[in-house]
């Protein structure tokens, strides 16, 4: 069983910057693929990011290619996702989500623990 806990969130406005924090515990995620998904108001939940065991592959999706950027620090159990240059459409809850292998996925399927998320809100 895999605890994960989100923080980071916050009111922001556009074109700022925000670090989001995935802190894992109860059993080590080093050897698992990690997730970041967002969810806004009334849209079904979307991937974001998502990066391999050792970091050494990460893929994004279109829409936040080049601003988001996902990395993780297995020896604190710990994943990450820096959000720069932060725009109104950005406003989401977003997820952490841990995968039970070690290669990486787009599906929310494919990830079986989830955190309750952090609130993004990005002003205009």
């Known amino acids: 069983q895999v605890q994960l806990v989100e923080s980071g969130g916050g009111l922001v406005q556009a074109g700022d910057s925000l670090r989001l924090s995935c802190a894992a515990s109860?059993?080590?995620?080093?050897?698992?693929?990690m997730g970041w998904f967002r969810q806004a108001p009334g849209k079904e939940r979307e991937f974001v990011a998502a990066i391999s065991w050792s970091g050494g592959i990460t893929v994004y999706a279109d829409s936040v290619k080049g601003r988001f950027t996902i990395s993780r620090d297995n020896a604190k159990n710990t994943v990450f996702l820096q959000v720069n240059s932060l725009k109104p459409e950005d406003t989401a809850v977003y997820y952490c989500a841990s995968r039970p292998y070690a290669d990486v996925s787009r599906a929310p399927r494919d990830f079986n623990y989830w955190g309750q998320g952090t609130q993004v809100t990005v002003s205009s």
């Open positions: 109860g059993r080590t995620i080093s050897s698992y693929a």
